[in-house]
């Protein structure tokens, strides 16, 4: 099949969160099953590309303004890459907003994207069978397309959800400065409670939709939607599959950035040296037989840090030490801050991105912390599990789909997980952990190696997940031909 992604991250030219990792890998598996893959991305100043060859140049209409930009191509592991290069909306230091908050032009920036990657699909690229879009950034793709793109009709149009949080809302006065006709502003389409919802648009004009896990397909159709869930469930098309992860990239015994490289054989001194290595960096002296929790995430309410700051004074006192590493909201960054002030020599935070320093951390840490609110379907924790550092997580989303709780099912056990979001349950969970983890200096008791080994012998590759899309795309082809 000839699938085309248009998204808004792809990594390694840009990420921010999980959907970068998923664009980029998803693209990567089905390429190696033979399939055709190109993304269509915006030319970010952040991007480093090699390669890179200059297509053409084209000027569209939006709302009436016109805006020239310019295509480029590159390849990235046999995948076609287009680059639309428009300096006013990607020329900026960051991709959605500084870290005060999103970018005012949004709406413009990602809309002009969504018309100007049809612009491109129709000029450029080979017709696709598919074109597959992500998340509220890329969703007027399926309206634009029904709305002007009638020689694109007989492509198949699905559209992922990775964080119906974010809906792109904004004023409905904007409406016809992204070019699309008050028609539309009503409560079957784009219209949501008098405002514009680009996510909802994309739901309701495109022919599958789909999120990141099965438990999460059911949450936004029924308590967790943000809003959404009528409009989901009145959608005949909607299906849950779960991430993978380039299992290649995330490999313990092979990733160059670790200080010692382990897999499931040699784990147990693997780790224990990699642990010693990023206690050093990050400045901890405490006696090793203290499990380290690592916590790598978007500094975001999402990511449970109300309950970690609320647990980790106590959690300290039992044993812990943490090491934080994320970048995102001032005000949870201060947070952070304040945690490592109250527990100097305990807790150390690193506030930036920083791929390199997030493997180094992985494979020195005991336990991996995601007591998420919510979580679509989390890549962190299964990288964490792929790495021999034991989860602890809310049980929501993908991570109930992934995460076996060790004292439900003490044979299989990969993690620890919580059901009330509540620094409670998240304390205890953690005292229940640590108990575990203590009996590892007895001789003889296997059970925290176990859990280890269990956790580092999941298969969180895409090949079982590649083999769902493309049984999508089939289906998103068959609903178009009827
Ligand atoms: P989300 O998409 O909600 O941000 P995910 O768990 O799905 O969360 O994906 C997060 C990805 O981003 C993981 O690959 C994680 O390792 C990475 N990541 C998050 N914060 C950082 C950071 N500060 N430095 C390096 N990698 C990070």
New binding site residues.
């Given amino acids: 099949m000839n699938i085309c992604f248009v998204a808004s991250e792809c990594e390694p030219l840009v990420?921010?969160?999980?959907?970068?990792?998923v664009v980029q890998s998803l693209a990567k598996e089905l390429v190696n099953l033979g399939h055709q893959v190109s993304v269509i991305l915006p030319f970010y100043k952040s991007i480093k590309a090699k390669n890179v060859q200059f297509i053409t140049q084209h000027t569209l209409n939006l709302g009436g303004v016109y805006y020239d930009f310019h295509i480029y191509k590159t390849h990235l592991d046999n995948i076609d890459i287009f680059l639309i290069d428009q300096k006013t909306f990607f020329g900026r230091e960051y991709v959605y907003g500084t870290p005060k908050g999103p970018y005012e032009d949004n709406y413009l920036r990602f809309a002009f994207f969504s018309l100007a990657s049809l612009e491109t699909l129709s000029h450029v690229c080979h017709t696709p069978d598919v074109i597959h879009i992500h998340d509220w950034h890329t969703a007027l793709v399926a309206v634009y397309k029904d709305l002007y793109f009638k020689h694109l009709d007989e492509i198949a149009t699905v559209l992922t959800i990775?964080?119906i949080a974010f809906q792109g809302i904004f004023p409905g006065y904007i409406l016809p400065q992204i070019g699309i006709p008050w028609e539309l502003f009503n409560p079957e389409d784009l219209e949501f409670y008098n405002q514009v919802n680009f996510l909802k648009g994309g739901i309701v004009h495109s022919d599958v939709i789909t999120t990141v896990s099965k438990t999460h397909a059911k949450e936004i159709q029924t308590n967790m939607g943000f809003g959404l869930e009528g409009v989901l469930r009145e959608k005949r098309y909607v299906f849950g599959i779960l991430?993978g992860i380039d299992a290649e990239s995330w490999n313990p015994a092979t990733d160059k950035s670790l200080y010692q490289n382990y897999d499931i054989n040699t784990f147990k001194a693997g780790k224990e040296r990699n642990k010693m290595y990023v206690k050093e960096l990050f400045g901890l002296e405490t006696p090793h037989t203290r499990p380290l929790a690592a916590f790598?995430?978007?500094l975001a309410k999402?990511?449970g840090l109300d309950l970690i700051e609320k647990a980790i004074d106590d959690a300290v006192k039992i044993g812990y030490d943490f090491i934080f590493?994320?970048?995102g909201d001032y005000y949870y960054q201060g947070k952070v801050l304040d945690m490592v002030k109250r527990n100097m020599g305990y807790v150390a935070a690193r506030i930036?991105?920083?791929?390199i320093?997030?493997r180094k951390l992985?494979a020195g840490a005991d336990m991996f912390l995601?007591p998420s609110e919510y979580?679509?379907?989390?890549?962190?924790?299964m990288?964490a599990m792929r790495y021999g550092a034991i989860p602890i997580v809310h049980k929501t989303g993908g991570l109930a789909d992934t995460v076996v709780d060790y004292h439900e099912d003490n044979e299989h056990g990969t993690g620890f997980s919580f059901e009330d979001y509540t620094y409670k349950d998240f304390l205890y969970t953690m005292a229940r952990a640590m108990v575990v983890y203590q009996k590892k200096n007895i001789p003889e008791d296997n059970e925290w190696y176990n859990i280890v080994s269990n956790a580092m012998s999941q298969d969180f590759s895409w090949r079982r997940s590649v083999q769902e899309y493309i049984k999508i795309y089939k289906t998103a082809k068959l609903i178009k031909m009827h």
């Fill in positions: 990420k921010v969160g999980g959907l970068g990792d990775h964080n991430n790598i995430a978007r999402q990511k590493l994320g970048s930036e991105y920083n791929d320093l997030s992985y995601m979580e679509p379907c989390g890549i962190g924790q990288i």
